[in-house]
């Protein structure tokens, strides 16, 4: 529990929300210290022990309060299965859990990396499907093409549609491979299309959040919190985005025959959609316990569906001139 005497702490006791030093408030205690306390800068109700140590109330599953990197690891299933659905997120990770921004930020980058790598072998493997006209075996295929052939395979799964590898050459089984910007429709309706929204979305938000005074006042977080919205919103979008390249490889396999995989294609964006407006909202209703969340929450929900809408419809401009 908390000590009584506040000049034996090692580290200076602040608000868990908005940072607002606390020393203040411990400096008036005389004989014995309350359970709970109200910061008088954001208003949050908080107990004292967890202000003194912050650790106490870490999440046994969430990966930003994993020690190691074993420990992270084990816990990015279960912190998955919990962004699902983000209202029980944010009940569990709200603005009294700790922090720990750039164990968060490398976690993101580590895991957009590795399914993008891991979604890249079906969808090479899909666009190899779609130009095998002949219907060549795979067998047959590397006995004519060798590493060159695999390699295709792979930096089309990469990097297809935005870079094209093709063989050159005139010959029957030419084995150079030569590379070249993709189709400016393919990377349009493969890339951009599916980000596009979610990406003026988030930017709204981020405006809204960072960049309006008014807003900054009412909502009172410290920078590392807003960073964790940031942070598990852009995850989500990539993560998105790599199921939507995921089926649409399943397409290729399919050759766009079966009707199941492309209605459930058609959906994967209108739902990510939908989960980043959950997601934003629950940050700052529940994750947050801003006070007075309901205009700011339908305001910045409506101006970030303005910027999603205006960045969506600037690349379709953009795109077809
Ligand atoms: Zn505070």
């Not at 790598?117 to 130009?131: E, I, M």
């Not at 050459?169 to 929204?197: C, E, M, N």
Request: charged share 15%; net charge positive.
């Amino acid at each position: 529990m908390a000590p009584s005497d506040p000049s034996t702490l090692s580290t200076t006791p602040t608000c868990p929300k908005c940072g607002y030093d606390q020393s203040g408030e411990v400096a008036t205690w005389e004989s014995q210290c309350p359970l709970e306390g109200r910061c008088p800068e954001c208003g949050l109700v908080f107990a004292w022990g967890e202000v003194f140590d912050p650790v106490l109330n870490d999440l046994y599953w969430y990966v930003e309060h994993g020690k190691s990197l074993m420990a992270m690891v084990q816990r990015t299933p279960r912190t998955l299965a919990w962004l699902i659905l983000p209202h029980r997120f944010w009940q569990a990770v709200d603005v009294t859990k700790r922090v720990a921004i750039w164990r968060l930020m490398i976690w993101v980058l580590l895991l957009m990396v590795g399914a993008h790598l891991l979604v890249s072998v079906p969808y090479g493997f899909g666009a190899w499907h779609r130009y095998n006209w002949r219907g060549v075996s795979f067998a047959d295929y590397y006995a004519s093409n060798g590493l060159h052939g695999v390699g295709k395979i792979f930096i089309d799964g990469l990097a297809h549609p935005a870079l094209e590898t093709n063989f050159r050459g005139g010959g029957r089984w030419p084995t150079s491979l030569h590379f070249g910007v993709g189709r400016a429709y393919a990377i349009y309706d493969q890339i951009v299309k599916p980000t596009a929204f979610q990406i003026g979305f988030v930017l709204l938000w981020m405006i809204v959040l960072v960049v309006i005074p008014k807003t900054r006042e009412l909502v009172q977080v410290r920078w590392s919190h807003i960073g964790r919205v940031l942070a598990l919103s852009a995850l989500m979008l990539v993560l998105w985005f790599e199921f939507y390249r995921l089926f649409y490889a399943m397409m290729m396999w399919t050759q766009y025959r079966s009707g199941l995989v492309r209605d459930i294609h058609q959906l994967i964006i209108p739902i990510a959609i939908l989960w980043q407006i959950v997601f934003w909202s629950s940050a700052i209703a529940i994750g947050w316990r801003v006070y007075s969340w309901r205009l700011l929450v339908a305001l910045g929900t409506v101006a970030a569906l303005l910027g999603g809408t205006a960045l969506r419809v600037y690349v379709f401009l953009a795109s077809t001139i």
